[in-house]
């Protein structure tokens, strides 16, 4: 799903010394040494020129990012959210998945079959783990119950899942790496972007992100249904405008677009130039299994409107806040080449 570091300008060793020579060998010496800090410069420059970071983040260096090389990165675990309805087969392999992640400390999975309780089938289908997963029973039906700030959350780190997205092992435990050198973003798996269509007129869009120039793989959100983000962030979001919450009610809809928004006014705050709300992190395995759901829902995306209603929600929650304050990056982390 944190590593930057101010890159300083190279410098010759303090024990540098030219060595000491007739006069002509010195200009000889001079000269040689004169084209090899050439060299070295236009060396740093191709390869900082190679690893094009978005500059207003200011997040450098992102190869850096090396499962390999990390002493420095405190021990630490993360929560699992996870919101559900009427999906219990997928649900359970979705947990029976999560049970395996290392630095997991516990699963909360929010409850929204109201009126009908966890089957103890459920429960005992799990079968032994250390992991503590708790049932939050909900008294009504809302997408936003997951963005509460539950008590029982107990680290800073939080992974917030679908109950039909199943992804790899690695690919959390690596997002998590991720996570903690970026722990004021959002570090997740899908990436959605806003494109403006006219003066203060937005649609939302996926994002391209096959092989090609680096303006069309954009992005300006990471979507909440697989992304690590710190808790901090469920208070910010319970605390919002009301007009924020009743679109999102209204809608049904666009809980993970807010939530978006969220972040990137509070990185406002925090940075003058600001950042963009998350940092994308490409999967290497990552499945959808809403098709081997045994009930007859499905989900929102399926509605033939849902991109118009998701681009609606973009332009009426830049109207409640008075300002589009997402921003693109093209910041892509892979396990193996960390930035394309």
């Known amino acids: 799903m944190k590593i930057p570091a101010e890159q300083e300008a190279q410098k010759l060793p303090n ?11 010195n200009r000889g010496w001079l000269a040689f040494w004169s084209v090899l800090l050439l060299f070295s410069v ?21 190869t850096n990012i090396k499962t390999e090389h990390l002493t420095n990165i405190k021990t630490e675990e993360f929560t699992i959210i996870l919101q559900t309805y009427k999906r219990d087969n997928i649900l359970l392999k979705v947990l029976k998945n999560c049970l395996a992640a290392p630095h ?20 005992d289908s799990l079968g032994q783990h250390s992991i503590p997963v708790l049932f939050m029973e909900q008294t009504r039906n809302s997408l936003q119950n997951r ?69 069309e793989r954009k992005y300006s959100m990471v979507l909440i249904g697989a992304a690590f983000f710190h808790r901090r962030y469920l208070k910010l979001y319970r605390d919002q405008p009301k007009a924020m919450h009743d679109l999102v009610e209204a809608g049904h809809n666009c809980e993970d677009i807010a939530m978006n ?23 290497m395995d990552m499945r959808n299994l809403e098709m081997q759901a045994s009930g007859d829902f499905k989900g929102l995306w399926h509605r033939s409107d849902h991109f118009k209603q998701r681009s609606e929600c973009i332009n009426q929650l830049t109207k409640i806040y008075g300002v589009m304050p997402l921003q693109l990056s093209d910041i892509i982390v892979n396990q193996y080449s960390r930035v394309k």
């Open 15 to 25: 024990n540098f010394r030219l060595c000491r020579c007739s006069a002509p060998r």
């Open 42 to 62: 236009v060396a740093a420059i191709t390869a900082f020129q190679h690893f094009h970071y978005d500059s207003k983040q200011k997040q450098e260096d992102l």
């Open 104 to 123: 997991l400390q516990k699963i909360i999975v929010v409850w929204n079959n109201i009126g009908v309780a966890p089957s103890q089938k459920l429960i």
């Open 147 to 215: 963005l509460q700030p539950f008590a029982e959350i107990h680290t800073e780190a939080v992974l917030m899942l679908d109950d039909d997205v199943l992804v790899s092992v690695p690919d959390i435990s690596f997002a998590f790496i991720v996570w903690q050198q970026f722990r004021d973003q959002i570090v997740g798996f899908v990436p959605r972007k806003h494109v403006e269509i006219s003066p203060g007129v937005y649609n939302y869009e996926d994002v391209g992100l096959t092989p090609g120039q680096r303006g």
């Open 261 to 283: 928004f969220v972040v990137s006014l509070h990185l406002r705050e925090i940075w003058a130039d600001g950042r963009s709300a998350g940092i994308y992190v490409k999967p």
